[in-house]
Nanobody, 125 residues
Framework: QLQLVESGGGLVQPGGSLRLSCVVSGGTLYNYPIAWFRQAPGKEREGVSCISISGAITYYADSVKGRFTISKDNAKNTVYLQMNSLRPEDTGVYYC??????????????????WGQGSQVTVSS
């Protein structure tokens, strides 16, 4: 059974950076695309980014394009989310998850079957 563990969250000032990590165990990144989702207080969970099995195709929500970068290290079974130029509206709990495909990942959240426990990101001065 796949297990995903996120880390790297924390408190950062607006304009700052954080790098989230998602370590996958019980399987290999060679078999699964990985997506990042986030949920702000009082809001629905939303898709942030997704990376294909090969790593060659990446997807980003419009709100994070140009600021966030998703990447993977298959040897370490780890997916990263580098977050730069953070804004208060980026605050939320960030989750990584595995699913069948990245295409339409943000609208097909229910098809993502394995989730991490989440990592809190707070952007505030």
């Amino acid at each position: 059974q796949l297990q995903l563990v996120e880390s790297g969250g924390g408190l950062v000032q607006p304009g700052g950076s954080l790098r989230l990590s998602c370590v996958v165990s019980g399987g290999t990144l060679y078999n699964y695309p990985i997506a990042w989702f986030r949920q702000a207080p009082g809001k629905e969970r939303e898709g942030v980014s997704c990376i294909s099995i090969s790593g060659a195709i990446t997807y980003y929500a419009d709100s994070v394009k140009g600021r966030f970068t998703i990447s993977k290290d298959n040897a370490k079974n780890t997916v990263y989310l580098q977050m730069n130029s953070l804004r208060p509206e980026d605050t939320g709990v960030y989750y990584c998850a595995t699913g069948p495909a990245c295409l339409d990942y943000d609208r097909k959240m229910k098809t993502f079957h394995s989730w991490g426990q989440g990592s809190q990101v707070t952007v505030s001065s």
